[in-house]
């Protein structure tokens, strides 16, 4: 018995210090999400992509083979829903665009199976690579908000590629 009161007492005076410790640990994971929260915030209000694929519209011929296309579909809609997204919403979803420009290269419509448009198709893949790549390796936003808005222009050039298949071609008369 002796040596229980002896422990106990001896516990008795680090008590107050161990809840003062627990205290102080719960305090700083609660402060943590509210701190990314705040630069979630910060990050949203300094970056915002600006996206306007009707820049360019496809032509009728070219908009028929796009709409049979489902890797071109998939690669627009994953690009015009950057629109609603916040800066950081854009950033966590850099692997779908990732995922869909890569199969984009492969199935190609015949129409579109010219080295222009191949070009052009990786290099967009490319550029989506290197977007997934500064989100997982970087914390220059800025490059990052540089690197998804020469995705939008890349993507608006292949548009324009892709209406230039079906430009007839003038022959002068002489």
């Known amino acids: 018995m002796k040596k229980f009161n002896l422990y106990f007492s001896k516990l008795k005076w680090k008590a107050p210090f161990l809840v003062l410790a627990l205290l102080l640990s719960c305090q700083e994971k609660e402060q943590k999400p509210n701190q990314k929260n705040s630069v979630s915030k910060n990050i949203d209000s300094l970056y915002q992509v600006q996206v306007n694929l009707n820049q360019v519209n496809l032509n009728e011929e070219a908009t028929e083979i796009a709409l049979a296309w489902e890797d071109y579909m998939a690669t627009q809609n994953e690009l ?83 209406n230039e298949v079906f430009i007839e071609e003038f022959k002068i008369e002489e």
């Not at 629109?83 to 854009?90: A, G, H, R």
């Not at 052009?120 to 970087?138: G, P």
């Open 80 to 162: 015009e829903q950057w629109k609603d997204y916040q800066f950081t919403e854009l950033l966590s979803n850099t692997g779908n665009l990732q995922s869909v420009t890569d199969s984009l290269r492969i199935g190609i419509p015949k129409k579109f199976n010219n080295k222009p448009i191949q070009s052009r198709l990786k290099t967009l893949s490319t550029q989506a690579n290197m977007l997934n790549l500064y989100v997982d390796k970087s914390d220059d936003h800025q490059a990052m908000y540089q690197q998804a808005q020469t995705i939008i222009t890349t993507f608006i050039g292949l548009k324009r590629q892709m």
